[in-house]
């Protein structure tokens, strides 16, 4: 696992917000999970196990972030919020919201980038 991720403030008025409690925690597990491109490994029988709920349940969430989103704020995939790939799942619009978060006003992964290549050089 990754073991931080940045969480945008506008996930409050997104659709997923209105999901089901299970597809939400889902959501926010598979967020803390995906690597800096945004794969999560894993499998159904894992993700179920993490949540604490059947395999049935974390399929039908799967399933549930799988969907279009008629509703979603961006139109790539249809507003999917994951694909299924090799292994786990990618999130969709990962690097979209990674950036954001990297370019608001006071942060400083820019200044933290250049300081790591200025010591390895």
């Given at each position: ?17 209105c999901e089901d409690d299970k597809t939400f925690r889902m959501w926010i ?47 790539e995939c249809e507003g999917r919020r994951i694909i299924s790939e090799p ?35």
């Amino acid at each position: 696992m990754a073991g931080y991720a940045k969480l945008s403030s506008s996930i409050i008025t997104s659709s997923v917000w209105c999901e089901d409690d299970k597809t939400f925690r889902m959501w926010i597990a598979m967020l803390a999970m995906a690597d800096a491109n945004g794969h999560v490994d894993g499998s159904v029988p894992g993700m179920a196990r993490l949540l604490g709920c059947t395999v049935q349940e974390a399929e039908h969430c799967l399933d549930r972030l799988m969907a279009p989103d008629p509703y979603s704020r961006t139109s790539e995939c249809e507003g999917r919020r994951i694909i299924s790939e090799p292994g786990g799942w990618l999130v969709v619009n990962y690097g979209l919201y990674r950036g954001q978060c990297q370019t608001k006003d006071g942060s400083r992964a820019e200044y933290f980038r250049n300081y790591r290549k200025r010591r390895t050089a």
